[in-house]
């Protein structure tokens, strides 16, 4: 319980960094929102922009802004937005559920196969199943997401017509973007599950187990596996993040809404405060992600809960 | 038996020889693209030619013709430089600035130790591309701010790794040794501590070159990448999506030559971490 | 005696590498009912590739049986499918593998891991199976086993663990026992309990076993027969009294001499003469902070407490003492690599203690360290002569044939080949890398060198070699050495004196053979008694100390040793003894130190 305690105590600290962090990335580096904002056609240091800067509260000292964002914070407010000043917050929401049924199914996708795979590669070590699933691990994790989802639409879309290539709402929409963003993911959680087993095999126990007529496939699911998950588990939070910002580029190739297309748009229409809210919001979710994982891991390994006793 | 053992293995390594090789032919091909690229490229890549528009690859159109009729192998040879460029310069400026953290925050006292690893963390908290889009996006779209925003975006994991070499090395016989000889901080980190602990940094620059790539053509592909007379890979690959019902090969080939390059670069990571670390080299 | 075991022409091949080794030629074995087989070898000479091919389990390990048979029960093991040798393996042939630390899965409950085991081969409930468990466990004498059942490997002490491990291949009541070095890991008192352990379950059990061990006092002690390996052949095998009193083999006298050697030529003659005292230490205390949780007093572990002494000119100290007794930190603290939390280091009578960057540097040069492992402490990027050179370049101005002229000078005074200084720590063995760390040591010719396990990780013969070079440096060069090591024998052959450690304190402090003939303190007469000797005649059960070295973080009040002290009394508990002077060389820490021969008796 203490444990848990003090790690939301260091969550909370971390997402307080970060927003900190975003917050002065936007402010202190030498691009003026102000002249982003005008655009290219209106010459810097006019009365224009000494007027959006003024509209902006851009013109005030830069501690007192940050104070007004965290204090804005605390009401769940996170600006307006630029383009259309609407709450920016309202805008995060109305886009986080198409983003996160992405992510998690992605996210289940990658965990899937890369169980699967990992495991049967490590099993068959140095076969040949071994070498292709290695081949196909390492094309997972050296391929941009965003043309996997260009060929996935190509394929399935222009060329068999089974899937719809675009838009959101229905689960056959889902499957081509989960299976493009998934890719990366179970390429990394392949290569991560058979190297571990891999390890974990190796641990001089193994060899006493077999010394005591312990069978190979009791040994392969309950103690290796069991061993090898360990380290697995602790990566999931990182692939999870991952995941979430892949969703951006994943979401612009398949036209879909979400938090990814938002800050696109927000792109064009150089809307920071969208851009700044997202981000944190990735942020808050991977910090959430990472603590959980990290409370979760005193409960799959013994050896760190009793660590500390 | 054993005979059959020798066989295998000997195949296994004549195979991953062969793929090694390969990878570094591959890999010396794009350097050789990006310093001369009108050597490679018969067609110039700016030339426009409305009646070429989209044509499907063929002998005089290796890779076939985008919708301005400017063929794609050109594009993509000259556009080589730029990846190339941006993914090389933001793995040495990530990776010496996170190796110099690193290297601090693995040898200094606790406290700095805590203090540089805390604001690792917090930069963790944002996943590389957001990290990206959020630099490029203030400070707009140029070569420049892109290899910066990557750099920022990388520099964690090498100050982690190099931290961790770091601490290790640190506690090894040999510095110790030398501390009990009498040398000084200087003399340990330059002569012990730091060539020791530069290999891990170097498999993960290889691969980093990969990743920076990876993420640059990602960051440009949304639109934050450069706007040049010739675009880079990314961008290329995000025209081809339009045409992807007339033209496949607008946004194949671009993505190929990505994929291609990256797994080169990776296999020529993992060979290399193999060959420091021999234990490694089963899996 | 009927025959259990024949192990006849065995030859294993192993794969390292790219390449497949023969690990085991021609090998010849058998081993009778009841009997106590030892299998001697140093490290890489196949014993461990003998026993895995009798359990089949090389199979697993990228070996294979390349000849030869493996009766057992009129059935060639050698030859059998994996699949019966399931029922063989824990069942009539069991194994407790090396270091018990890893033997076991951390992530499962000690009682789960008997379970399993258990009902694989019986069918038991599960309940039947935990409390045959707890059985077991009370047989290797485990206190409170039904809840050592519910905890994991890690919560357990090494030796612990040992008998959990021992426990745990009993299961099935095995014919055979294959035990891998089962008592290199743990300390002397903690081994002696578990050959005792060993000798008593092969009474109760009648099974026989097969005893792997690097260590032939070890062997002495337990074995009926012996067999000598090297380099993957028996070379040598008989009964003990005939390997020990005759050995015929040139390997096996090799080994047997230089383990005598290091009880007949020790340096016993007090023949260091200087009365001029190097280093002092006053009162020298360390402690490591614990990590510990919020809200929660920090904790500590005193890693030395209080310790005093002095080392004269050309004399050797010896440090003994098991693990946790602050030897290894008491080094260091002598050398200024790490800095003590109370007292005073003195330096030719000059107070060193956190001393200026210029009496730093002055002191780092007089004094010199040579650290166990070998390997680690060369950087592996170097060459031998830039190793070696390296004091020079921080102390001296020297040019570089300045530099090589010094290091070839040194590499011949430590009886290597001045053609090595072109190569890499890799491309050496190990003896001649530890001769390459002695040479950086000696470069500066420094007064006083710290020897912190420099010869533990070394192979017998090769262990001896040094520790004549050590002796013939000391004696050329009027060096001092502050040797520490937890092997007893090498200690006796190379020490002037010698302090005996424990929980951090000094307990003890004689010159070298009063100490091993006449210890005064409870604690240095049973560290000796628990040390294995190769001469036969002292060869009996003798009295083991109880119980384990009580924790570090939180050790027993007033003397430390009283938990497990036969003389204990309530002022022992209560009261923390001084560092007494018994005699002029001698002092002890002891209220009721040995003198009286009534007492030496009571402890029989």
Known sequence: MLYILSRLGMAIGVIWGSITLVFFIVNVLPGDVATLLAGDDVPTETETIHQLREELGLDRPLLVQYMDYIAGLFQGDLGTSYANSEPVLDRLLDNLGPTLALTLSSMFVAVILGLILGILSAVYQNKLLDGIIRVLSLIGVSTPNFWIGILLIWIFSVQLHLLPSIGNGSFEQLILPSIGLGITGAGVITRLIRNSILEASNEPFIRSLRGKGIGQRAILLKHILRHALIPAVTMLGMIFGEMLAGSVVTETVFSRQGLGRLIVDAIDQKDIPIIQGSILFTAVFYVCINMLVDISYRFIDPRIRLNEK | MIAGLKKKNRRNSLWSVSLLLLSAAFILFIVICSIFPDQIARHSPERMNPSDALLAPSLDHLLGTDQFGRDIFSLIVHGSQQSLVIGVLSVLIGGGMGGLIGLVSGYCNHAWDSAFMRIMDIIMTIPGIMMAILVSAILGPSTLNLILAVSIASLPGYARVMRGQVLHIKDAGYVHASKSIGSGHAGRILFHILPNSLPPMLVMATIGVGNSILMATGLSFLGLGTVHEIPDWGYLLSLGRDYLTVAWWIGFFPGLFISLFVISVNILGDAYRNYLDPRSAAS | MSVLLEIKNLSVSVERGKEILPAVRDVNLGIGSGEIVCLVGESGSGKTVTSLAVLRLIDYEGGRITGGEIIFHEQDIASLAQKEMNGIRGRKIAMVTQDPMTALNPVFTIGNQFVEVIRQHKSVSRM?????????????????????????????????????????????????????????????????????????????????????????????????????????????????????????????????????????????????????????????????????????????????????????????????????????????????????????????????????????????????????????????????????????????????????????????????????????????????????????AIILHPEFLLLDEAVSALDLAVQSKVIDLLKKLQQDMGLSYVFIAHGLDVVRDISHRIGVMYLGRIVEIAPAEELFTKPAHPYTKALFEANPTIDLDRRRKRHVLHGEIPSPVSPPSGCHFHTRCPLATEKCRSKAPVMDVLSEERTVACHYPLEEKERVELLR
């Open chain 3, 128 to 440: 039947e199976a935990w409390e045959e468990a707890i059985r077991l466990l009370e047989k290797v004498h485990i206190p409170e086993p039904a809840s050592r059942m519910k905890q994991y490997p890690f919560e357990l002490s090494g030796g612990m663990l040992q008998r959990v491990a021992i426990a745990l291949a009993l299961a099935c009541q095995p014919e055979l026992l294959i035990v891998d070095e089962p008592t290199t890991a743990l300390d002397v008192t903690i081994q002696a309990q578990i050959l005792n352990l060993l000798l008593e379950l092969r009474e109760q059990e009648s099974m026989s076993i097969l005893f792997i061990t690097h260590d032939l006092a070890v062997a002495a002690e337990i074995a009926d027969k012996v067999a000598v390996m090297h380099e993957g052949t028996i070379v040598e095998q008989g009964t003990v009294r005939e390997i020990f009193a005759f050995p015929g083999h040139w390997y096996t006298k090799t080994l047997v001499q230089s383990k005598r050697g290091l009880l007949m030529g020790s340096a016993s003659v007090y023949d260091c003469q200087d009365d001029e005292i190097i280093l002092e230490a006053e009162g020298l205390s360390k402690f490591y902070p614990l990590k510990s949780k919020p809200f929660q007093q920090k904790r500590y572990v005193q890693a030395v407490d209080q310790v005093s002494l002095s080392i004269r000119k050309g004399e050797t100290l010896g440090l003994v003492g098991e693990s946790g007794s602050g030897k290894s930190t008491l080094g260091k603290l002598l050398v200024s690599l790490q800095k003590s939390d109370s007292g005073r280091i003195l330096y030719r009578g000059k107070d060193v203690t956190g001393g200026t960057k210029r009496t730093q540097k002055e002191l780092r040069k007089n004094t010199q360290v040579v650290f166990q492992d070998t390997f680690s402490a060369l950087n592996p990027r170097w060459k031998v002569e830039d190793i070696i050179g390296e004091p020079l370049r921080v102390h001296t101005k020297l040019s570089k044939d300045g530099i090589r002229e010094r290091v070839e000078e040194v590499l011949r005074l430590v009886d290597l080949d001045p053609a090595f200084r072109t190569r890499y720590p890799h491309e050496i063995s190990g003896g001649q890398r530890q001769r390459i760390n002695i040479a950086r």
